[in-house]
């Protein structure tokens, strides 16, 4: 492929960890349930595509996350990928013994900026969510894991409206302190803008909070998730969450729409000169074969430009 026109831009890094949440974030809300090997196969077919971080399942009560019941069937089929790392989303020390018994040694966790949203998607005040990944972390960490804190509600709440940054910085704090190698802020309904982005990776910064733990995650509500990435990287940010096909939402809050196009960031990655180790044309084939599988287009804007001019 000749186009994009790779022109780069001053000031942004060489290389970006695409941290793909499709499998995980992309598919939990669907309403039919994905067979389990379908799930593996996706899986394989973005690692195939150059993807190396593929966050794979969760390790959830099923009465929450009805999607993602198969953890336990679906991790063994994938832990043979060489060179691909496998997350797993654990919400306490219940999940964290299912993951750990299969082999699982990238570990996260899910915590909330926001008091309603703690509530809402964990049925505790922030401080008691916070509470119990505690000893979650520290374990995790005793069996020599990677923790990645997942932090919800970054900037802006369904219920609470625009989020204090310093209450977003005082979660990240607790999340690093208690031993989280590395933290994704979650711009989780959408609602973020280039300012707010750099606002917040900047207190971050004058409380201690290094850019090289933060990757950010985006959702395009608004059509601004290019837009923040962008900012994000101005800032020195090197790992961007994304899902193939633009697939995801949020089961907890009903304003969330679809996750930034794993595809469309790499177009933008690509223009730029940024490397991603990412084929884009195996990455699009994918998108469009799960696309076929949940019966229904895919949402990304480049999925569709290039499946278009392949018929």
Known sequence: MTLPMTVPAPGLPARV???EVGARDGLQNEKSTVPTEVKAEFIRRLAAAGLTTIEATSFVHPKWVPQLADAEQLFPLVSDLQGVE???LVPNDRGLDRALALGA???AVFASATESFAKANLNRTLDESLAVFEPVVRR???????VRGYVSMCFGDPWEGAVPLSQVV???KALVAMGC??????DTIGVATPGHVRALLSE???AGVPTDVIGVHFHDTYGQALANTYAALQHGVTTVDASAGGLGGCPYAKSATGNLATEDLVWMLRGLGIDTGVDLGLLVAT???MAGHLGRPSPSRTVRALSHKEQ
């Open 17 to 19: 960890r695409i941290h």
């Open 86 to 88: 496998l997350p797993v």
């Open 105 to 107: 040694r990238r570990i």
């Open 140 to 146: 995790a960490k005793d069996e020599g894991a990677h």
């Open 170 to 172: 005082r979660v990240c």
């Open 181 to 186: 190698d590395e933290l994704s802020l979650g």
């Open 204 to 206: 971050l910064n004058e």
């Open 287 to 289: 998108s469009d074969w």
